[in-house]
């Protein structure tokens, strides 16, 4: 243990020299803070593109651009609480069981007083049958000096009080993933564990400004960057979808079931199913309990999905917990004394920690409290961030695992949507992926393939391809079921076509970002060509029957306009061609952006409504509809503002 022990040391020490540097060089304005740290991104900066081939041309964003650098406002971290923990946890490992431990120091100083007249009491959070809440607390239980957890006991409330009672000390919670064990005792052939860590909202350009210092820790050996991945929907439901399922919803809808029905995500053909399958332990946890992927307008699951599920945990915190809200948050910040991200954290590092040496196991740890509604925020947690991955790397988990870091897309709303970058920004989350060296060395060629294929066009689909390669990995299973919705799609450990197209990788061209667009004068054709958009739009409300619900819009601005420069795909002689027009109407002040075919002349127009992104916060616009995609576009008769021109 000792050298793991001085490499994590002294990689936490080179990381903090390194933040400092790099915080110095910002101070200074560096527009160039990218290419000085990394001569893979200088390469790139001098061709201006993450990917170059005939068919894409992703052109690289410079984190630190002027524009950048005139809304830029970094936050400060914000703790839950400066109180020392009056009750704490460790794993004894000889027995493997949890420990409860009661510190009289800290109870010294809440209590201001020299004698032990406290007591301290946990309540099991019950959980039952119920896959998506839970059913309450059990009685109280007291807590003696370094006592056991029962094995039964998954989540608690600890509340710490004056012997009398009069005064509450402290309240706490905590979640454990208790040990199993395995089914049989046959030591199963080594397999790769998959952790995929997730973070909402962040483009691979927005880590870089916001997150430098985990940008840092990414370019370690073994971490691989996939600067060609590009997202195939909008929102986060479908691009965590298509990776996980293989399907769009759409397909799902007509192939399976439709998700918004209850019931259905049982029957979806998820990922983790396949790893279990195949002796995997599984575990899914989130931190957000209304905006949760599987249940913002959505039904949750009615049947436990993983071995480890967290939501139950969640919802009682989230009931049960002093919530804490940080300046100009939406969603909750902290649940009583700690981050929401945390208990994810902490799920997280016991999975690894009680399985990851002894079996394979496949979890997904999603986080989207403090990075959804705010960008500047990931400069708040980048400490957090490192602090995650550094733990993972001094328990040795990285010696197992292969980690997906990732997003499902970048800002949708906020300042960067109003800069030249928007759409680069919006449809390029970061992903990297992490190969363990024994992997590495095992499958050269499966690495050598995924280093090429850092530069090439990739989607949602090919992760997916990857997670069941991983589970194929020595290619003895013939009848593999590849992603439905992407023929064409390969596993990442695979060589990817050099000169591949969005519609190759299942990328519509409303979120394609290998085309050449330039902005084309205001005038009456870009006016007439959003009307038209909007009465698409109005049309799409009455088809779905929202006409007593939801406004009629009327366009108010043309933010822009822009026309593809290579369209090579389009019928030239009969003048379509592909647009973007981003605009905003009356009501509310809604804005969208649209990716559409038009001919000025003839004013035809071809366009998928559902692919319209909305690119300003809703909020509670269009809270009389449900539908997710719906929602984009309703703007609430009950919830018309009343607007001063």
């Not at 527009?31 to 001098?46: G, H, L, P, T």
């Not at 009682?316 to 004394?337: D, F, H, S, W």
């Amino acid at each position: 243990m000792a050298p793991r022990s001085i490499s994590y040391s002294f990689k936490r020490l080179i990381l903090t020299f390194l933040a400092v540097t790099l915080i110095c060089l910002w101070s200074m304005n560096s527009a160039r803070f990218d290419e000085k740290f990394s001569a893979e991104d200088s390469q790139r900066v001098e061709k201006r593109f993450y990917v170059e081939s005939g068919k894409c041309k992703m052109r690289y964003v410079d984190p630190f651009n002027a524009e950048f650098l005139k809304i830029n406002h970094p936050k400060a971290f914000i703790p839950c609480t400066n109180e020392s923990d009056l009750v704490s946890v460790h794993y004894d490992k000889i027995l493997n069981q949890y420990v409860l431990h009661k510190n009289e120091e800290v109870l010294h100083e809440l209590s201001e007083s020299n004698t032990n007249d406290f007591a301290c009491f946990y309540q099991q959070i019950i959980h039952g049958q119920s896959a998506e809440h839970y059913d309450g607390k059990d009685k109280r239980t007291k807590i003696s000096q370094n006592h056991l957890v029962p094995l039964d006991v998954e989540g608690m409330l600890v509340e710490c009080r004056t012997a009398d009672e009069t005064r509450v000390l402290q309240k706490d919670a905590f979640v454990f993933v208790q040990y199993k064990d395995p089914p049989q005792k046959v030591k199963p052939v080594k397999k790769a564990s998959v952790i995929m860590y997730g973070i909402d909202t962040v483009s691979r350009t927005n880590l870089r400004r916001m997150m430098p210092m985990v940008h840092e820790f990414l370019k370690s050996p073994g971490w691989y960057e996939m600067m060609g991945y590009n997202k195939v929907a909008d929102n986060s439901f479908p691009n965590i979808f298509a990776m996980l399922t293989g399907f769009s919803p759409e397909s799902a809808e007509t192939k399976i079931c439709n998700t918004d029905v209850d019931g259905c995500l049982d029957k979806i053909p998820f990922i983790w199913k396949d790893f279990k399958k195949d002796g995997y332990l599984t575990a899914y946890a989130e931190d957000e309990e209304h905006s949760n992927t599987f249940n913002y307008a959505k039904p949750g699951f009615a049947v436990k999905p993983t071995d480890y599920y967290f939501r139950p945990f969640l919802t009682a915190l989230e009931n049960e917990t002093l919530i804490q809200y940080c300046p100009g948050c939406v969603m909750k910040y902290c649940l009583g004394r700690r981050l929401a991200n945390s208990y994810i954290f902490d799920y997280c590092r016991q999975f690894m920690q009680r399985y990851v040496a002894d079996r394979p196991i496949w979890g997904m740890f999603w986080t989207n409290h403090y990075s959804h509604d705010d960008l500047f925020m990931l400069s708040a947690m980048q400490h957090k961030i490192l602090e995650d991955l550094l733990s993972f790397e001094k328990d040795g988990a990285f010696e197992h695992t292969i980690m997906i870091f990732f997003s499902d897309h970048g800002a949708r709303f906020g300042p960067l949507m109003y800069t030249k970058e928007a759409f680069l920004e919006e449809r390029l989350p970061m992903m990297f992926i992490y190969l363990p060296p024994w992997f590495r060395e095992k499958y050269p060629q499966y690495v050598e393939a995924l280093a090429q294929n850092q530069n090439r066009l990739s989607s949602n689909f090919d992760l997916y391809n990857t997670l069941k390669h991983i589970i194929n990995i020595e290619g003895l299973v013939e009848d593999t079921k590849w992603s439905y919705d992407c023929p064409q799609c390969q596993s990442l450990f695979y060589p990817l076509p050099e000169n591949r197209s969005c519609s190759e990788a299942a990328i519509a061209e409303a979120y394609c970002t290998c085309h050449n667009y330039e902005e084309v004068a205001e005038d009456e054709g870009t006016w007439r060509l959003a009307n038209l958009v909007v009465d698409r739009m109005n049309k799409y409300l009455h088809y779905h029957n929202l006409q007593n619900l939801c406004s009629n819009l009327t366009l108010r601005v043309v933010n822009s306009t822009e026309v593809r420069m290579d369209d090579k795909d389009v019928d030239l002689e009969n003048g379509l061609r592909h647009y973007h027009t981003k605009f905003q109407v009356h009501q509310n002040l809604a804005e969208f952006f649209a990716t559409v075919l038009y001919d000025k002349q003839t004013e035809e127009l071809h366009m998928n409504v559902e692919l319209i992104s909305r690119t300003n916060m809703y909020g509670t616009d269009s809270e009389c509809v449900n539908n997710k995609i719906q929602k984009l576009y309703c703007v609430c008769l009950s919830k018309l503002r009343a607007i001063i021109e």
